[in-house]
């Protein structure tokens, strides 16, 4: 842990987590003391005040091959790479710098201005619960062979300062050999693509037809009753009687009458 500096403690919890994931991929090959947090075991350096980086990397016969320092968002500054980063740097041993990916921008512009020999420089970010390591610049011959190295994570993302990197292991560059030269061979002329087949007619809906209901039988007429025949005859009968009658009066006025005239002249 640097001397100058306090960690946030959520910070603090992230930064020694990402030690003892580094310490498990070194361990396999190389002796690997670690200070996380306020500890101090593994010295490096000689003199009165010797430095305590996060990881030294010895050999089997007690060789320092390398030191790790790990840094989060705060510790990335100038007081920080002028304490601590310049020390690393002139050790007989490699110098590996471990920063987030949101401060790439900021590590390698320091490491220039301040002519930090800085062998690796790597990035990590968290994908839920795991943690990713990513190359991001390689300057030194690296460390002795078959040495493990942190497994590089498979997306390549931007150095853009918002967290990103643009690269993972710069890949060397091959010589170019020569190609010998090809003759051009004519091209053919492509013959005219077939003209496509007309899209076939779609079939005809057939449509429902509803059928139409029978129509009901008209229901039975009722049968109109015998009008009952009027009585002519009695008023005939009566009428005959009553022009009789008449008739007969008539007779006996017509008759009387010529016996009063015969009366008055007598």
């Known amino acids: 842990m640097s001397p100058i500096l306090v960690r946030p403690v959520r910070e603090q919890l992230e930064h020694d987590r990402v030690i003892r994931l580094l310490q498990a991929k070194y361990k396999r090959k190389f002796d690997v003391a670690i200070n996380p947090g306020n500890e101090q075991s593994a010295p490096v350096g000689t003199g009165p005040s010797p430095w305590y980086p996060d990881l030294v990397l010895q050999e089997r016969g007690r060789k320092l091959v390398g030191v790790v320092e790990v840094e989060t968002a705060e510790s990335v500054n100038n007081l920080e790479a002028m304490s601590q980063w310049v020390a690393f740097g002139k050790l007989r041993a490699q110098f590996h710098l471990y920063v987030p990916a949101s401060a790439i921008d900021s590590t390698r512009r320091l490491c220039v201005d301040l002519g930090i020999p800085v062998a690796e420089i790597w990035a990590y970010h968290s994908i839920g619960d795991q943690l990713r390591f990513t190359l991001v610049q390689k300057t030194g011959p690296g460390l002795p062979k078959g040495s493990p190295e942190p497994k590089a994570s498979p997306a390549k993302v931007a150095a853009n300062g918002s967290g990103r990197v643009t690269s993972e292991k710069p ?23 077939a003209p496509a087949p007309p899209p076939p007619s779609p079939a ?37 009687k009553a022009a009789n009658g008449a008739k007969a009066a008539n007779g006996k006025k017509k008759a009387a009458a010529p016996a009063v005239k015969a009366a008055k002249r007598r």
């Open 171 to 193: 890949a060397e560059k091959a010589p170019a050999a020569k190609a010998a030269p090809i003759k051009a061979m004519p091209a053919k002329k492509a013959k005219p693509p």
């Open 204 to 240: 005809p809906k057939k449509v429902a037809v509803k059928a139409k209901p029978a129509p009901l039988p008209p229901p039975p007429q009722k049968k109109a009753a015998p009008a009952p025949a009027k009585k002519t005859a009695p008023k005939a009968a009566n009428g005959g």
